[in-house]
């Protein structure tokens, strides 16, 4: 007995043994060894009745805030000629000038949301650019002739009125700096005609740029995957708290329909531009006075800033510019602009533009791997851009230049930034004779080169003097680089 029972005790102790041996060493996963990964948590959100109705909610709440609008107007446009290469301005200069303007009539379609009480409604440019008359037609069927206000084509958008009506409901706008990827929204408008048709989908990416609105342009889009289609123009992209988070601008699809890219223009950009246009009757846009470019990888690496690094460096400052007052230099890589961080040029354009001139900015760079502080005192770029319109050499072509920035460059397949971009050509001047247009660029005056504007009014005002001016132009819609002479005082 005694024996068995020694037996028991034994084997008792040999098969704990056995399992400490296995829990302390072959059985923990964790001992001697990284944590192993784990599969996300599963979320299950359950729908108490208020997702599945949301976008119903919502949207039939927003539909009486959608207006349709209905665009008569004309343009000029040249006559079908013999010149077997139609507009271009190379070989229509040794052409000569054989093609007929004439007038044709237009009939553009698009939405609109109604912003305010006072009927203000806000679109796109395009929609109403070339109008002789707007028509707006709301959710009820009532319809009315409208006003405009005013637009701007550098952001694609425009402002019109109507008298106040009874019942008129408008809508309100979000926060569209708080809008996140994958969040929900609705889009209303006028697609291919069927007035009040909602869509619904998700935001797909935020902050993108497609260069469609040129060198001038400012762009910030909202790009989502509801269906946007020609007529939706104008419309609102609609969050599920029922506040306007973007004006749809745009689709980018081969065969003109929807493929799940369109763009919406943000709703904090068209709040500003609208309250300026509404106040104004134009858009007044901050000045800084600096030629900026993306810091590249390479550039990162070059000055010690991590291969993370987004940021903008300084090219070259416009002298006597509000930069150069405040002491910024050449070089300068800028870290932040009015307490905001700072990752690419389009951004910072955006943020100076939408600041209101005279206003006093704090503005971050970091110089010698030291990060100084600048107050910059914002300059006025309308009255800069008039200052160059009244140069000499500009009066002469009828036309305005800026510099060629490095972005500017990039996107025209330049290896360099050099000359200067024509951002404006006043109708019937000796550029527009010849076909030059905006977004051209002017890399000579006779056999001199120009890189900014002085040096090109001052090479064209000496051109002058012999009667015409010869250019080196790339022209932007071919891309197709040579000379052209302009005759003068015709």
């Not at 300059?379 to 072509?397: C, F, R, T, Y």
Request: net charge positive.
């Amino acid at each position: 007995m005694k024996k068995r029972k020694n037996l028991y005790f034994f084997t008792a102790l040999v098969v704990t043994g056995v399992m400490f041996f296995f829990l302390g060493s072959g059985l923990n996963p964790g001992r001697g060894k990284a944590e192993e990964g784990t599969p996300v948590q599963t979320i299950v959100i359950k729908d108490e009745g208020g997702f599945a109705d949301a976008i119903s909610l919502v949207a039939n709440e927003l539909i009486p805030t959608v207006v349709y609008i209905n665009v008569t107007g004309s343009v000029t446009q040249n006559a079908p000629s013999f010149n077997p290469f139609g507009d271009d301005p190379f070989f229509r200069y040794f052409f000569g000038p054989q093609q007929q303007q004439r007038e044709v009539p237009v009939n553009a379609l698009g939405s609109g949301v109604i912003i305010g009480k006072e009927g203000y409604i806000i679109t796109n440019n395009h929609v109403v650019q070339n109008a002789d008359t707007i028509e707006v037609t709301l959710s009820d069927g009532r319809k009315r002739e409208a006003k405009l206000i005013g637009r701007d084509p550098n952001t694609d958008l425009a402002v019109v009125k109507i008298e106040p009506l009874p019942g008129m409901k408008y809508a309100e706008f979000g926060d569209s700096d708080s809008c996140r990827v994958g969040q929900w929204v609705i889009a209303i408008g006028a697609p291919r005609g069927l007035d009040w048709t909602v869509t619904a989908g998700i935001i797909s990416a935020k902050n993108r740029k497609t260069g469609i609105l040129g060198p001038t342009g400012y762009e910030d889009f909202i790009q989502t995957d509801a269906a946007i289609n020609p007529g939706n123009s104008g419309g609102p992209l609609i969050n599920l708290q029922g506040k306007v988070i973007g004006i749809n601008s745009l689709i980018v699809s081969a065969s003109q329909g929807s493929e799940g890219l369109g763009f919406a223009i943000p709703a904090n950009m068209a709040r500003a531009i609208s309250e300026s246009l509404i106040t104004r009757g134009k858009v007044i846009r901050g000045y800084m006075g600096v030629q900026i470019q993306d810091v590249t990888p390479e550039m990162a690496k070059s000055l010690k800033l991590g291969l993370d690094f987004k940021g903008v460096i300084i090219a070259d400052l416009v002298e006597n510019g509000p930069a150069a007052k405040a002491g910024l230099e050449q070089g300068d890589v800028i870290l932040t602009y009015d307490k905001k961080k700072v990752e690419d040029v389009s951004q910072l354009r955006n943020l100076v533009a939408q600041t209101v001139p005279g206003k006093q900015v704090e503005v971050t760079v970091l110089r010698e791997k030291k990060r100084l502080e600048f107050q910059l005192k914002i300059g006025d770029l309308e009255v800069i851009s008039k200052q160059n319109a009244e140069q000499p050499g500009s009066k002469i072509l009828g036309l305005t230049v800026s510099k060629v920035t490095p972005d500017v460059a990039r996107k025209n397949g330049l290896r360099r930034a050099t000359g200067v971009v024509i951002t404006g050509v006043e109708s019937g001047s000796a550029a527009d004779r010849v076909g030059l247009a905006k977004g051209d660029i002017i890399f000579r005056v006779g056999n001199k080169t120009v890189n900014d504007p002085a040096a090109f009014n001052r090479l064209v005002t000496e051109a002058a003097e012999e009667g015409e001016v010869m250019l080196l132009v790339r022209d932007a819609r071919s891309g197709r680089v040579g000379y052209i002479v302009l005759p003068l005082g015709r």
